[in-house]
C-alpha cells in the first residue's frame, strides 16, 4: 500500500520562508513526476510545481522565481522551497506522485501566510 505523506506547513509572516517535504512510501513501480498542488479556500485546486523523473522542473508564473522544487529520489521525497511567501501563497498544499502505472495523492498540509 503506498502513502503519501506531505510536512512542513504552517503559520508564517509576508517575506518569510517555509520548506514542505513529501515522502512516498510502499511499492510504487516506477516514478515520472512529482508535483505540487495548491488550494486555498473557495477556490479551485491549482497546479504549483512539477518535476520529472529526469530533473525538469516547471513552475507556475504567480510562483516562479520565489519556489524551489526538488527531490530524493532514493527517498521517493520532494520539497518546496518557498521563499518570499505572500497572503496570496496561503492555501492546502498538495503532493502527487504520478507513477508508471496511476497517481498518488497526499492529505495535503496548510500553509497560511498572515501578519
Known amino acids: 500500500q503506498v502513502q503519501v505523506v506531505e510536512s512542513g506547513g504552517g503559520l508564517v509572516q509576508p517575506g518569510g520562508s517555509l520548506r514542505l517535504s513529501c515522502a512516498a512510501s510502499?511499492?510504487?513501480?516506477?516514478?515520472?513526476?512529482m508535483v505540487w498542488h495548491r488550494q486555498a479556500a473557495g477556490k479551485q485546486r491549482e497546479w504549483v510545481t512539477s518535476?520529472?523523473?529526469?530533473?525538469?522542473?516547471n513552475y507556475a508564473d504567480s510562483v516562479k522565481g520565489r519556489f524551489t522544487i526538488s527531490r530524493d529520489s532514493a527517498k521517493n521525497t520532494v520539497f518546496l522551497q518557498m521563499n518570499s511567501l505572500k497572503p496570496e501563497d496561503t492555501a492546502v498544499y498538495y503532493c502527487?506522485?504520478?507513477?508508471?502505472?496511476?497517481?498518488?495523492w497526499g492529505q495535503g498540509t496548510q500553509v497560511t501566510v498572515s501578519s
Open positions: 510502499g511499492n510504487i513501480f516506477r516514478i515520472v513526476a
Open positions: 518535476i520529472t523523473s529526469g530533473g525538469n522542473t
Open positions: 502527487q506522485i504520478v507513477s508508471s502505472e496511476r497517481q498518488y
